[in-house]
């Protein structure tokens, strides 16, 4: 079991930025895929940024060049550095980790096994 707890959304406007934070109750194992999701309203969830144990990453080609997805020393707290932001962006967003990740599969387009609760992030125009 693996507890996710993500902190940092807030109102902004278009353009600005936003640092997202997660702190997970455990370190990761060794072959582990982390990552964030949101959910837009109207909207299923969807991958956003994942990274994976060998340092690789993924983002979803909307985000890409704007959004950054980093680990820190300790492997207990995630970070999805949000620039540029946009009202598009808008959505409760999701920390994720699958602890037990097969070589090659740490892509945004799969779903993971642990959630966090979920922060808002809202972007006016």
């Known amino acids: 079991q693996v507890d996710l707890v993500e902190s940092g959304g807030d109102s902004v406007q278009a353009g600005g930025s936003l640092r997202l934070s997660c702190a997970a109750s455990r370190r990761t194992y060794i072959d582990y895929c982390l990552g964030w999701y949101r959910q837009q309203p109207g909207q299923e969830r969807e991958g956003v940024a994942v990274?994976?144990?060998?340092?690789?990453?993924s983002y979803r080609d909307s985000v890409k060049g704007r959004f950054t997805i980093s680990l820190d020393n300790t492997k207990t707290t995630l970070y999805l550095q949000m620039n540029s932001l946009k009202p598009e962006d808008t959505a409760v967003y999701y920390c994720?980790?699958?602890?037990?990740?097969?070589?090659?599969?740490?892509?945004?387009?799969?779903?993971?096994?642990?959630y966090g609760k979920g922060t808002q992030v809202t972007v006016s125009s």
């Open positions: 994720a980790a699958r602890p037990e990740a097969v070589a090659g599969t740490c892509r945004y387009y799969y779903g993971m096994d642990y």
């Open positions: 990274l994976a144990s060998d340092g690789s990453t």
